[in-house]
């Protein structure tokens, strides 16, 4: 049986603040993160592997940080947030960390940033691209979406839950280029990542 991969972001542990900010229904930041924890564990079991897409706590407890951190399940890889500090990016023990990621799970090829992406290698293939950030604020399309806790209750998701989400979404259209609505050729499963190159064989060398 294969790893299961799940994505998250933005789950700022330790800031008081972001209840306020995002009007995440809780009391205090000692709920809110026990809260997130518990719909974490529920979500991942310990040998899922989850990505991070940056903001995982906010500056102050690095002690609270550490503990929440070792509290979670899965093997967890950090994309790095704006509000991603040193203690974080080098002191967790994280599986690995990248300001961006270009993976392939079930056969299908994934960007992965904090930051949206208005385009990115290889869309008109297909290419999904997943981010945080915008805490909802920002319209995905049927290729890219927040993946962060405030658009999918305040936990983990797979990749399935993001394509049932994406096929909610509008499709995405070139009106700079052609006005063309496409639909992307899907890569077919299994793939090897060691096939990718440069070009992605689209005409976007991006």
């Not at 899922?48 to 690095?62: A, E, Q, S």
């Not at 299908?108 to 930051?115: F, T």
């Not at 998701?157 to 259209?173: F, K, N």
């Amino acid at each position: 049986m294969s790893q299961r991969v799940l994505f998250t972001a933005d789950t700022h542990f330790g800031h008081q603040n972001i209840i306020r900010f995002c009007n995440r229904p809780f009391r205090d930041i000692d709920e809110h993160d026990e809260v997130l924890i518990a719909n974490w564990n529920a979500a991942v079991q310990p040998g899922d592997v989850v990505w991070h897409l940056g903001d995982f706590g906010y500056r102050g407890d690095n002690a609270r940080l550490a503990k929440n951190f070792d509290r979670l399940n899965g093997v967890k890889n950090l994309i790095i947030g704006n509000h991603d500090r040193p203690f974080v990016r080098e002191k967790l023990p994280w599986n690995s960390v990248e300001h961006m990621a270009d993976i392939v799970v079930d056969g299908r090829r994934l960007i992965l940033s904090h930051y949206a992406m208005r385009v990115w290698p290889a869309m008109r293939r297909g290419v999904y691209m997943l981010f945080g950030h915008s805490h909802t604020n920002l319209a995905g399309n049927a290729q890219s979406c927040d993946v962060g806790v405030d658009a999918f209750q305040y936990r983990p998701v797979t990749l399935d839950e993001i394509r049932a989400h994406l096929d909610t979404l509008p499709p995405i259209t070139f009106s700079d280029r052609d006005d063309e609505v496409f639909e992307p050729e899907v890569i077919p499963a299994p793939i090897d990542p060691n096939e990718l190159d440069s070009d992605h064989g689209d005409g976007w060398k991006l």
